[in-house]
């Protein structure tokens, strides 16, 4: 009833930039929270960084300074501009969003996962 499709990764040389795309569709009401999570080989899924409704931002440590994060709520679509890349920003970059949508017959809250974006960092 609800999909999150991200697109915007690949390869990029140590210091370059990518955009990262979010965009929830179907039976979306409402998004409150967007954020995006990464996760590398071996180690645990991490918050990048996060956007709600109003604007309020908040982003890990090793990220500030070099990352973005936006919205565009006409279009239940969340970005993550990306400068400065290190190699160790490589994993695979994941959007989530707690939003309300509509079953048919009624409205629930719900959280829910794109498939991921593979971000390689690289020279």
């Known amino acids: 009833q609800v999909q999150l499709v991200e697109s915007g990764g690949g390869l990029v040389q140590p210091g370059g930039s990518l955009r990262l795309s979010c965009a929830a569709s179907?039976?979306?009401?409402?998004?409150?929270?967007m954020g995006w999570y990464r996760q590398a080989p071996g180690k645990q899924r991490e918050l990048v960084a996060r956007i709600t409704t109003d604007g309020s931002t908040n982003y890990t440590d090793s990220v500030k300074g070099r990352f973005t994060i936006s919205r565009d709520n006409a279009k239940n679509t969340v970005y993550l501009q990306m400068n400065s890349l290190k190699p160790e920003d490589t994993a695979v970059y994941y959007c989530?969003?707690?939003?309300?949508?509509?079953?048919?017959?009624?409205?629930?809250?719900?959280?829910?996962w794109g498939q991921g974006t593979q971000v390689t960092v690289s020279s």
């Open positions: 179907g039976r979306v009401v409402s998004i409150n929270a």
């Open positions: 989530n969003a707690d939003l309300l949508y509509f079953t048919g017959s009624s409205y629930r809250p719900g959280n829910y």
